[in-house]
């Protein structure tokens, strides 16, 4: 599957700033299942941008305005292709699987991914209602499913209820959020399992399907390591295993690492307004 997506962030400013300084991750992943094909980002004003790769392998670049604007744009195009089958309900959960799991060696690799965040900590008494929900934690795949669907059918998908500082416990109680919030309680109810989740940012292309949701802006899902196999992509917004439709920008311990666009800038208040393409290209 290729996919061209084209996404622009727009700030206007209140009044006229200067010395602006960004960070920005919108540059997808290449990996054994996507491979990025084209990748442009057109600034205005014009800037020159620095790339680096960060500690999670994702891709950053930075730009300096020294210049007075009113607006900042920020215009990326990328092409991607994708080529990832479904497998995860597949996988058998054998006695060597078992003992990576529980072994010292795979806790010691994948501790950033089992460490809580501020983002994605849950109260013990919210545990304590998924536990009577799901059970206890026997089989690692299975579970993750099932944390899945419970996400899934427990929090209602609201764009009004939470903002983008919102945190997992507050999203909690409120029983609703955006895929970033089911994103990071998902992951908040992994960890406390002890399975290694991490954060995934990108964009998903719904097409003919009105069924799924987050084609508005960039998504987000979670991924977790299945023991001597690998990362395994699981969106708790849709319920379903992250495919082919699922385009992957960046990847870290939550919303933080993998921010689309930070910056700091001398002058007045702003506003921001985002617009998402996602074309399947034939």
């Given amino acids: 599957m290729n996919y061209e997506i084209v996404h622009t962030n727009t700030f206007t400013y209140e009044t006229q700033v200067d010395q602006s300084l960004n960070t920005i991750r919108l540059k997808p992943l290449t990996d054994e299942v996507q491979r990025l094909l084209m990748y442009r980002a057109e600034i205005t004003p014009a800037s020159l941008t620095k790339e680096y790769t960060d500690l999670w392998g994702n891709q950053v670049e930075t730009f300096f305005i020294p210049e007075k604007h009113n607006l900042l744009e920020v215009k990326t195009t990328s092409v991607v292709s994708i080529q990832r089958g479904s497998f995860i309900h597949e996988i058998r959960y054998s006695k060597r699987m078992q003992d990576i799991f529980h072994s010292q060696q795979f806790r010691q690799h994948y501790l950033s991914y089992l460490n809580e965040t501020d983002y994605t900590l849950l109260h013990p008494e919210q545990l304590s209602e998924v536990k009577r929900g799901l059970g206890e934690m026997d089989n690692p795949v299975q579970y993750a499913l099932r944390v899945?669907?419970?996400?899934?059918?427990?929090?209602?998908?609201?764009?009004?209820?939470?903002s983008v500082d919102t945190l997992a416990r507050q999203a909690f109680e409120l029983k609703k959020g955006v895929c970033q919030d089911l994103a990071h309680i998902m992951i908040g109810i992994l960890r406390a399992g002890r399975i290694p989740a991490r954060y995934v940012s990108g964009y998903l292309y719904v097409g003919q399907d009105s069924a799924l949701k987050g084609d508005a802006a960039t998504h987000a899902w979670v991924?977790?390591?299945?023991?001597?196999?690998?990362w395994v992509g699981l969106d708790p917004t849709n319920n379903v295993e992250a495919l082919d439709n699922h385009i992957r920008v960046g990847t870290g311990r939550d919303y933080a690492d993998v921010s689309p666009l930070q910056g700091v800038y001398r002058?007045?208040?702003?506003?921001?307004?985002?617009?998402?393409?996602?074309?399947?290209?034939?």
């Fill in 223 to 230: 991924e977790v390591m299945v023991p001597g196999i690998g």
């Fill in 267 to 282: 002058g007045g208040s702003s506003t921001l307004e985002v617009g998402v393409s996602v074309t399947l290209l034939e």
């Fill in 148 to 162: 899945m669907n419970y996400v899934y059918e427990t929090f209602t998908y609201c764009g009004e209820a939470t």
